[in-house]
């Protein structure tokens, strides 16, 4: 993360029109490649495949991921231009192989569903992107606004206190501080998932909605974004990359999903105004 001075956008804002600091997430977002496609067809137990093609040109790094698929033949790619069914997804990959800041050399594989109203035209477009690249650009641009999906820090197993932050029990309490005062009422007679106990804390999946995408980087080498001895436990940003207005869960390494967002209620879309992009070092140096 980093900070930028910029106008604020929000019309609503006690600060509506003035230049205001705000945090800055930085995600560098290389293209994706599309593996395959699968078209599913609702049953009596639930979405099942119906038809799956995949494309050539794979990189090696995917058969560390799963087997690799040679390319469907002309006679299946034409047996999947007439198959039907409900929905059609691609299979797509990382390409972890472009960025420097992350160790691990393995695509992570999930599935996207193709929007849209009629289904042959979907079905077409899945076609077309085989063995082709989707870059950032076509994501988002300028000024909208995006929901992102990642998985929080994990902290592992924590007790009472750190996990909820709960009352310490006084000091001459005879068993134990660290620890709540009751579990509830003895009616009704078990424990309600209100009371606050020990467990798991962190590495959940959480949404943040409606992000406001900043700016939109195709090469960061000519427009400066990385600060002076790089991104904390990161480094740098080398690839395309795009600028979030806030915070993002997880950590600096972990993988993150954009997606259309599903609560907006934003019509017209406006370029922000950026004053100033710190690039200044995080390290203290």
């Given at each position: 993360m980093t900070h930028a001075f910029m106008v604020d956008y929000r019309k609503r804002s006690t600060t509506a029109g003035q230049e205001v600091s705000v945090p800055v997430t930085v995600v560098e977002v290389p293209p994706l490649r599309i593996a395959g496609a699968r078209v599913y067809a609702r049953g009596a137990y639930?979405?099942?495949?119906?038809?799956?093609?995949?494309?050539?040109?794979?990189?090696?790094?995917?058969?560390?991921?799963?087997?690799?698929?040679?390319?469907?033949?002309?006679?299946?790619?034409?047996?999947?231009?007439?198959?039907?069914?409900?929905e059609v997804r691609l299979i797509v990959y990382t390409?972890?192989?472009?960025?420097?800041?992350?160790?691990?050399?393995?695509?992570?594989?999930?599935?996207?569903?193709?929007?849209?109203?009629?289904?042959?035209?979907?079905?077409?477009?899945?076609?077309?992107?085989?063995?082709?690249?989707?870059?950032?650009?076509?994501?988002?641009?300028?000024g909208e606004f995006v929901d992102v999906l990642g998985v929080t820090k994990g902290f592992g197993?924590?007790?009472?206190?750190?996990?909820w932050g709960v009352k310490l029990q006084p000091r001459k309490n005879s068993k134990h501080r660290r620890m709540i005062g009751t579990l509830g009422p003895h009616n009704p007679s078990f424990v309600s998932y209100r009371i606050p106990q020990a467990g798991q804390q962190g590495y959940h999946r959480r949404t943040q909605f409606n992000m406001r995408v900043l700016r939109v980087v195709k090469d960061p080498r000519t427009d400066l974004l990385t600060p002076a001895g790089g991104f904390p436990h990161y480094g740098e940003v080398r690839t395309s990359c795009i600028l979030l207005h806030g915070s993002v869960p997880g950590p600096a390494k972990r993988l993150l999903r954009f997606r259309t967002p599903i609560r907006s209620r934003v019509v017209a879309v406006e370029k922000v105004d950026i004053r100033y992009l710190s690039t200044r070092s995080k390290q203290g140096a």
């Amino acid at each position: 993360m980093t900070h930028a001075f910029m106008v604020d956008y929000r019309k609503r804002s006690t600060t509506a029109g003035q230049e205001v600091s705000v945090p800055v997430t930085v995600v560098e977002v290389p293209p994706l490649r599309i593996a395959g496609a699968r078209v599913y067809a609702r049953g009596a137990y639930g979405l099942r495949v119906v038809g799956e093609v995949w494309g050539g040109d794979a990189i090696e790094e995917l058969g560390r991921a799963l087997p690799t698929h040679p390319a469907s033949p002309k006679e299946k790619l034409d047996q999947f231009g007439t198959v039907v069914g409900e929905e059609v997804r691609l299979i797509v990959y990382t390409q972890p192989h472009l960025i420097t800041g992350i160790g691990s050399k393995t695509p992570s594989v999930f599935e996207v569903r193709v929007a849209g109203e009629k289904f042959e035209e979907r079905r077409a477009y899945a076609l077309s992107m085989l063995g082709k690249e989707v870059p950032a650009e076509q994501l988002a641009k300028e000024g909208e606004f995006v929901d992102v999906l990642g998985v929080t820090k994990g902290f592992g197993f924590q007790g009472h206190i750190q996990r909820w932050g709960v009352k310490l029990q006084p000091r001459k309490n005879s068993k134990h501080r660290r620890m709540i005062g009751t579990l509830g009422p003895h009616n009704p007679s078990f424990v309600s998932y209100r009371i606050p106990q020990a467990g798991q804390q962190g590495y959940h999946r959480r949404t943040q909605f409606n992000m406001r995408v900043l700016r939109v980087v195709k090469d960061p080498r000519t427009d400066l974004l990385t600060p002076a001895g790089g991104f904390p436990h990161y480094g740098e940003v080398r690839t395309s990359c795009i600028l979030l207005h806030g915070s993002v869960p997880g950590p600096a390494k972990r993988l993150l999903r954009f997606r259309t967002p599903i609560r907006s209620r934003v019509v017209a879309v406006e370029k922000v105004d950026i004053r100033y992009l710190s690039t200044r070092s995080k390290q203290g140096a």
